[in-house]
Every structure is written in structure tokens, then in C-alpha cells.
């Protein structure tokens, strides 16, 4: 009994979620799962215990058997007998049990699962005290007492186990980036990756097809609002296709509002994974970002959101220079203010705080000195000196961060020169290609 207890405990803390969920799915019995997932903890301390007592009692009842209660025992007699508990013990309750429930937990819990819920009936005056005694414990010593488990918790279990992957090397540092930020989707705001209404380039409404087409190359965008006076009145989205499709036909009597396509707003409180699904489910490239008050905050693209979980996406249209940053030498990094914090940590391998009154790298400076600073005021920050190199009476274009120990970053950016050298001049954009080739043939 003690043995099967033991298999039980240890299929209860190795079984995998989903291999239960294919095993209950395989015996038409699915609502076993949700039975077993609500109540393990339960079953757990209920086969804990059966394990400890009948393991005890078989012990005693041994000993009692072999010798008599006044007849004394040799050392070697004790010893032998120690040594011959020990190894039944060890195979019959530790590695039998052990290697059983790493091999067949889901199916040995979905078959004993009537058993184990007859002993947690039976011992649930043990399991009452036992919680009891737990959460006294707990606020005793000021903790948070246990709850049930949470969309929350198993997130973090989740991100333990991908930590414990990064650290033991199963795990590739970039790939597990990536998941940290899969599952922080849930509770990140779009603040976090949208543009804001102060860099959204837009084109007015009363503008010619032929100078839209010259903003849109400019502008080396796809898709760009047209608004009419404000960036509040968005007219719509005019994409690069339907302006191709008119370049080269006789357009006189259509105008740019005729080809925009309609705008697609999400509140400032939405967060990122709402917005994915919403996106996915209307096939759209690009959304409005609207206040609780219907101004426009700014603007989200997919690519934003993707470059949220996987990184900054580069194609071969991009040039290598990392935009908004200039390598002055070794210790020295001028940067663009609008730099996002997390952007500025994956950059410089720093830990610069996050806030949810600032995203980037003006806004942390701001905070910090709690003023719009002047050009040239500077503050030191974990031995690095951040420096206001442009700015106006509104806001910081420029800051300069120098460290007096060697950007890590400054080395791999002289490595990829090196191997990039000769590689010839940056391609032009998509876009621009496309309307300058769309213009040639319509010559």
C-alpha cells in the first residue's frame, strides 16, 4: 500500500497537463481532467499521508514479528536489519515509484483516480487540519496565503521553467526572450509598442493623387492615415496598392478620400494580445489609438506587435545603422529620446527602470529629474552619465548616455562592419520602388 501511495504522490507532482488531457480525450472521459487539475493538492496531501502512516505501521509491525519485544538485539542484528528496511524502502517506495511516475503518470492518475478519490474522502479530516495549519503558518510570517491556482500562476510556472531552461542551456537566451514576451502579452498595454500622435506621419485629405504618391515614397510607409486638418479627424487609410492602382489611369475626377479605406480604432487600454486577436480576426495591418476622451494617441501596426515578441524585424529593405542610434566610440552612445526602455536595455545590456508613467528614454529622464531639462544638463545613473543633447521647451530630441566601462554592443557592431564591409549601398524601400517603377510605366 505504501508503494502504491508513494506512485501516486509522484504522478501527482510529475504528470504533464496536456499528456492528462490527451489521455482523458483518448478514454471518452474528458471531464476527468478538470476533476484531477481541481483537486491534486487534495489528493496529494491525502496520499501523503496514507504513504507515511502505512509505511510506519509496517516498520513496527515488522519489527514486532521478527523478535521478541524483550529480546534484545545484536549491532550486527541492527544493522542488518537497518540496512535491509533501507533497500525495500528504496526500491518499493522511492525508485519504483520514482520511475513509474515519469514514465506512465497521466495514465496510472486517470486509472487509480477512483481510489485516490475514496482516500481523499477518507482522509479529509487530515487534509482540513493540514490547510489549517497552513495558513496559519503563512500569516504568521506575513504571506500571501495559498489560493487556488490562477491563469496568473501558471503563467509564472511556466516562466520558471523557461528560466530554469536559459540556466541549465537547454534553452537559447533569444528563445526564451521570446516566451518571457509571448506571455506578458496578456497583461501589456498598447501603449507600450504604439507610435504616438506626435510621430504619426499622416497626409491631408485635400492633397492630389500625385503628391500623396510623393509623401507615401517619402514617407516609405504601406499604409498612412489621411486626416483632414487634425490628426483627430482621420479621413481613413490609404494604402500603397490602391494608390498604385490609380497611378497611370485617368484619375482627374478621383479624389484621395475616394480611396482610402476606413480606419480601424482600438481604446489606449486595450493590451497587445486584444489587439492581436482583433487584428488577426479583421486581417488589418494597422490601428488608431484612441483616449477615453475619442483623441487620437497614437498608432499600432502588426509589425509593431510582432517585433514585441520576436524582436526588432529587419527585411532587406532596411538599412544596417540602427535607427535612432549613433556609436560616438566605446563609451559613448548618442540616442534617439523616443527609444523605449526596453528597446534601451536589449540595446546597451543595462537595466534602466520601468515605469508605467514613462515608455522611453526622455520620459525615464523626465521622472528622474522631475523638470524639462536644458541642453547640456546631465545626471549619473549606475555610473553611466545620461546627457540632454537636444532639446526644446516641450521635449528631449537627444541624449548621449556614456559608460565608463565599454559598451558590450560597441564590439559586436565593429564585428558586423567587418563582415558586412563591401556589401554595397542600402537597398531602397518597397514602397518607393513600387511607385517609381508603377510611375515609369505609366510614362
Not at 515614397?217 to 490602391?242: C, F, K, T, W
Amino acid at each position: 500500500m505504501s508503494a502504491f501511495y508513494a506512485t501516486v504522490s509522484d504522478s501527482l507532482r510529475n504528470f504533464f497537463r496536456s499528456r492528462l488531457a490527451f489521455v482523458c480525450r483518448q478514454k471518452n472521459n474528458e471531464p476527468r481532467f478538470g476533476i484531477i487539475l481541481k483537486d491534486d493538492e487534495q489528493a496529494l496531501q491525502a496520499s501523503d499521508f496514507v504513504r507515511t502512516t502505512t509505511l510506519t505501521l509496517a516498520i513496527v509491525l515488522a519489527g514486532y514479528g521478527r523478535h521478541s519485544p524483550i529480546e534484545a538485539l545484536s549491532a550486527f542484528e541492527l544493522v542488518g536489519d537497518l540496512l535491509i528496511a533501507t533497500v525495500l524502502c528504496w526500491i518499493f517506495i522511492g525508485l519504483i515509484p520514482w520511475t513509474l511516475s515519469h514514465v506512465l503518470a497521466e495514465q496510472l492518475l486517470f486509472y487509480t483516480w477512483p481510489a485516490i478519490d475514496l482516500t481523499m474522502r477518507i482522509c479529509s479530516p487530515v487534509t482540513f487540519f493540514s490547510n489549517a495549519v497552513d495558513k496559519f503558518f503563512h500569516r504568521l510570517f506575513g504571506l500571501k496565503e495559498p489560493t487556488p491556482e490562477s491563469v496568473e500562476t501558471f503563467t509564472e510556472e511556466i516562466q520558471s521553467v523557461v528560466d530554469e531552461g536559459e540556466r541549465e542551456g537547454v534553452l537559447e537566451s533569444k528563445a526564451g526572450k521570446m516566451l518571457h514576451r509571448m506571455m506578458e502579452l496578456r497583461q501589456e498595454d498598447i501603449r507600450a509598442v504604439m507610435t504616438p500622435r506626435t510621430d504619426i506621419i499622416s497626409i491631408q485629405v485635400d492633397k492630389t493623387l500625385e503628391e500623396a504618391r510623393l509623401e507615401l515614397l517619402e514617407a516609405g510607409h504601406s499604409r498612412i492615415p489621411v486626416v483632414n486638418g487634425s490628426a483627430d479627424q482621420i479621413v481613413g487609410i490609404l494604402y500603397a496598392r490602391d494608390l498604385l492602382e490609380q497611378i497611370g489611369n485617368d484619375h482627374a475626377n478621383v479624389s484621395l478620400g475616394d480611396i482610402v479605406r476606413e480606419a480601424f480604432y482600438v481604446p489606449e487600454t486595450s493590451t497587445i494580445e486584444a489587439l492581436l486577436n482583433q487584428m488577426k480576426q479583421k486581417r488589418l495591418h494597422l490601428a488608431i489609438v484612441l483616449d477615453e476622451y475619442g483623441g487620437v494617441t497614437g498608432l499600432v501596426t502588426l509589425e509593431d506587435i510582432l517585433e514585441e515578441i520576436v524582436g526588432d524585424i529587419a527585411d532587406e529593405f532596411d538599412e544596417d545603422e540602427e535607427e535612432g542610434v549613433e556609436w560616438i566610440d566605446e563609451h559613448t552612445v548618442a540616442v534617439d529620446a523616443r527609444l523605449r526602455i526596453d528597446e534601451m536595455n536589449d540595446l546597451l545590456e543595462i537595466e534602466l527602470p520601468d515605469s508605467n508613467s514613462y515608455d522611453t528614454l526622455g520620459g525615464f529622464v523626465f521622472s528622474t529629474l522631475e523638470r524639462i531639462p536644458k541642453e547640456g544638463e546631465y545626471f549619473e545613473w549606475n555610473q553611466i552619465r545620461i546627457q540632454v543633447l537636444e532639446a526644446s521647451e516641450r521635449k528631449i530630441s537627444k541624449i548621449q548616455l556614456y559608460n565608463p566601462v565599454p559598451w558590450p554592443r560597441y564590439s559586436e557592431r565593429l564585428i558586423g562592419d567587418e563582415n558586412n564591409s563591401g556589401s554595397g549601398a542600402p537597398n531602397l524601400r518597397i514602397v518607393q520602388g513600387a511607385l517609381n517603377q508603377s510611375e515609369e510605366q505609366a510614362g
